[in-house]
T-cell receptor, first 114, second 114 residues
């Protein structure tokens, strides 16, 4: 099925460990986004990529890095995980950064940092 | 800066009754508004959007939303609720000046009781 695929679905890390969350879309979308979802706080933008070859910080970028590997793939890296990064992470894509388009979301990665 | 408020954390309705999930927004230019639904352990799914034109927009699963510019509101509605509508609903506004980033509300949990 066409859509946004995130891996892994679940992950437990120890404080200080690193990991990369993978995201791939097969809809030929130009724009991709990483959000984190915390109870009572909605979704907060971490990083985004308006088009292949560009990335920019969102609302809460500290402790994260991203790579837009190609048009399909947009990865999120935690270099040294902290308990405050325990969250559910969603990748989303959009046909364009033009406002007429909605987002397609992946099913999320539930990350626990102990 | 743009913002979205969902004033109700929880909305409870009986099956067959009409439902309303409220959303108000703040933007400096023209508003581009979206509703998404999230079922347990799933990513968000696009429901409907307002870009321009008719103030009443129709979307998936029988939902509709009414745009009111004077009240800066974009309430989600359905004439007859189903138990299967029970989920978490997010209102979002998309920024037409900065890479199409979306700002999400904190979400409203809708519970439809038989």
């Amino acid at each position: 099925n066409a859509g946004v695929t995130q891996t892994p679905k679940f992950q437990v890390l120890k404080t200080g460990q690193s990991m990369t969350l993978q995201c791939a879309q097969d809809m030929n979308h130009n724009s991709m986004y990483w959000y984190r979802q915390d109870p009572g706080m909605g979704l907060r933008l971490i990083y985004y990529s308006a088009s292949e070859g560009t990335t920019d910080k969102g609302e809460v970028p500290n402790g994260y890095n991203v790579s837009r590997l190609n048009k399909r793939e947009f990865s999120l890296r935690l270099e040294s995980a902290a308990p405050s990064q325990t969250s559910v992470y969603f990748c989303a894509s959009s046909e364009s950064d033009r406002v007429a388009y909605g987002y397609t979301f992946g099913s999320g990665t539930r990350l626990t940092v102990v | 800066a743009q913002s979205v408020a969902q004033p109700e954390d929880q909305v409870n309705v009986a099956e067959g009754n009409p439902l309303t999930v409220k959303c108000t927004y703040s933007v400096s230019g023209n508003p581009y508004l979206f509703w998404y639904v999230q079922y347990p352990n799933r990513g968000l799914q696009f429901l409907l959007k307002y870009i321009t034109g008719d103030n009443l927009v129709k979307g998936s699963y029988g939902f509709e939303a009414e745009f009111n510019k004077s009240q800066t509101s974009f309430h989600l509605k359905k004439p007859s609720a189903l138990v299967s509508d029970s989920a978490l609903y997010f209102c979002a506004v998309r920024d037409n000046t900065n890479a199409g980033k979306s700002t999400f509300g904190d979400g409203t949990t809708l519970t439809v009781k038989p």
